[in-house]
């Protein structure tokens, strides 16, 4: 190898990183300004699989992945948040908006216009621009898609360049005259490159710039494409390791349709190139490609669409149950955990959605602790106690993982707004905690009053009612305003605690004045005043959980 040989293929090697990085960019911008889209895109997959296609096209158009797509619809399934009814559909869309990208690589076969030469580096100047110096964040996501589709270009015209001085040479001609006499090694060639750099839409990228250099004949074009849409499958494939059974049959469904889909196409198209040997050894341009790999794409959803039904099937029989035919049934922390997938990270706007409705359902099991703690202090149930401090133990246990995840959430690639959310969700999994704290606390309290046969007043008791009942609606006020971001929950639950406020310095001056005048007895008012102060605390983070809604609405 010659240095200037070295130096091409450092220029193809460059090209390369810089295509997948402005795809990167891209398809990160046009997430980011459709993101909340997205996410109400999924809420209209119901039991109609069209209306899924429609929706799983689309968001791959927008994120410029179908592995992405269907690895986020794995940990759909993982989650629970989609069936598998729901998620073959989106996942025969994923194929059809996949094909967007060769559209785009193909442009600069439509005429010197299109060319990467004559307006990447423009479009990258000005989204480089918007980026800078943009103040309004809508801009600078714009210059974020307008960077990426430059650079995405920019790449593709290195790696051109790095192939083109070897258009003639014989090598680039002997492995495409064996490919295409050699089917299923054309076949197994594109799902191994599919696989290794998992991204069909890159391994397509790559063969339409070789198709570009006159250097690919139409069989071996096609084999390799059909090999590309098995490749793709095992992005997926890897994703459900670990995860439950209907997510790894979300994965098999994948690559059942497009294997199925690969080998009808292929036989047809064998036997089409068998009587049309002139066309079969004939060069495929980059237009060409994108024509073929829209049609297949589109014709295999069209014909599997009607066994939609039958894929899920098949797929219960490949990965059956447990042997009781039944699903074991996983405790609350273990739900949180398969409902918290880490491949919803996916589309962050979806991730967020996700964790604010474990936080509720962390905050509703927290509530109704609450709930059994002051039960346990009206009827002095020994085993209600021992409830509460168990179940305490999970709340910490959700806790850390609903951090975890944010953690995870907050590196991605966020809006202002989004950010602002992550940050209040934080100090709101914090609130709760605390309110799970003192929940305890009055549990503690109970437990005391039970060991020590203390008794309230009537009046006492009738007091620690009324400061329970208006507590218990702050809280639950703040839970409503956090889960449907309502304002007016949130101001109810600031009205609540703002009587909680008044009424427990009213209640602690009302019991010392029944202290001093010796109708309750000392012991008793002790741990009737700190139930009351666990309260009031309880009415506090919930009101700063309303706060936190009302900052972002």
């Known amino acids: 190898m010659t240095f200037d040989d070295l130096g091409l293929l450092f220029k193809f090697i460059g090209g390369l990183g810089l295509f997948l990085y402005g795809m990167h960019i891209m398809a990160d911008g046009l997430q980011k300004s459709a993101g909340d889209r997205v996410k109400s895109w999924m809420g209209f997959l119901t039991k109609n699989r069209f209306v899924a296609v429609l929706i799983g096209a689309a968001i791959t158009a927008i994120i410029q992945s ?9 940990g759909f399934v993982n989650a629970g948040l989609l069936t598998l009814t729901q998620a073959v559909g989106v996942i025969m869309g994923a194929n059809i908006g996949t094909t967007i990208t060769a559209w785009i690589v193909s442009l600069s076969e439509w005429g010197s216009i299109f060319s990467p030469d004559f307006f990447a580096p423009l479009i990258v100047g000005i989204g480089a621009f918007f980026i800078l110096f943009g103040e309004q964040e809508k801009k600078k996501k714009t210059g974020e898609i307008m960077t990426g589709f430059g650079i995405l270009f920019i790449g593709l015209s290195f790696m051109s360049g790095a192939v083109k001085p070897y258009r003639d040479a014989e090598i680039f001609a002997d492995v495409f005259r064996v490919l295409g006499k050699n ?3 054309a ?7 599919t696989a290794v750099i998992q991204s069909s839409s890159a391994s397509v990228g790559i063969l339409q710039t070789l198709a570009m250099n006159g250097v690919v004949n139409w069989q071996s074009a096609v084999f390799i494409m059909l090999g590309q849409n098995i490749g793709t499958c095992v992005t997926a494939i890897i994703s459900s390791t670990g995860a439950g059974k209907n997510a790894k049959r979300a994965s098999m469904i994948h690559l059942l349709f497009n294997l199925i889909g690969s080998i009808w196409f292929g036989i047809i198209m064998f036997l089409f190139f068998q009587s049309q040997r002139e066309m079969a050894v004939s060069t495929i341009s980059s237009v060409e490609i994108s024509v073929f790999h829209t049609i297949f794409n589109i014709a295999n959803t069209f014909i599997m669409f009607p066994f939609a039904n039958g894929l899920v099937r098949i797929t219960e029989l490949m990965i059956s149950e447990d042997k009781t035919g039944k699903v074991v049934e996983d405790d609350m922390v273990e739900q949180m955990k398969r409902k918290l997938d880490y491949r919803i990270l996916n589309n962050p706007a979806l991730a967020i959605e996700a964790a604010v409705g474990e936080i509720v359902c ?7 602790n609450f709930k059994r703690a002051v039960a346990a202090v009206r009827d002095k149930d020994k085993e209600q106690i021992r409830q509460v401090f168990r179940i305490e133990e999970n709340i910490n246990q959700m806790v850390t993982i609903l951090t975890a995840f944010l953690v995870e ?4 690639s966020l809006t202002e707004a989004q950010h602002l959310m992550i940050r209040n969700l934080f100090y709101t999994i914090s609130d709760v905690e605390r309110i799970g704290d003192h929940s305890e606390n009055i549990a503690e309290l109970a437990n005391t009053k ?5 008794e309230f007043s009537d009046k006492g008791e009738k007091d620690m009612e009324r400061m329970y009942d208006i507590t218990l609606h702050t809280f639950e006020a703040a839970l409503e305003a956090r889960e449907l971001r309502s304002i007016e929950a949130a101001r109810r639950a600031s009205r609540a605690e703002e009587k909680v406020d008044k009424l427990e310095k009213d ?5 010392i004045q029944r202290l001093s005048k010796g109708k309750c007895v000392p012991e008793s008012g002790i741990i009737f005043l700190d139930i009351l102060s666990n309260m009031e605390r309880i009415a506090d983070h919930a009101d700063n959980i309303a706060e936190y809604v009302m900052a972002e609405v």
């Open 183 to 185: 089917p299923l090694l």
């Open 450 to 454: 039970r060991k020590d046969k203390i």
């Open 362 to 368: 962390m905050g509703i099991l927290t509530r109704d």
């Open 507 to 511: 209640l602690r001056d009302k019991h």
């Open 66 to 74: 179908s592995s992405a797509t269907t690895v986020m619809v794995v």
């Open 409 to 412: 959430v907050d590196n991605l």
């Open 187 to 193: 076949v197994i060639a594109g799902a191994v490159v």
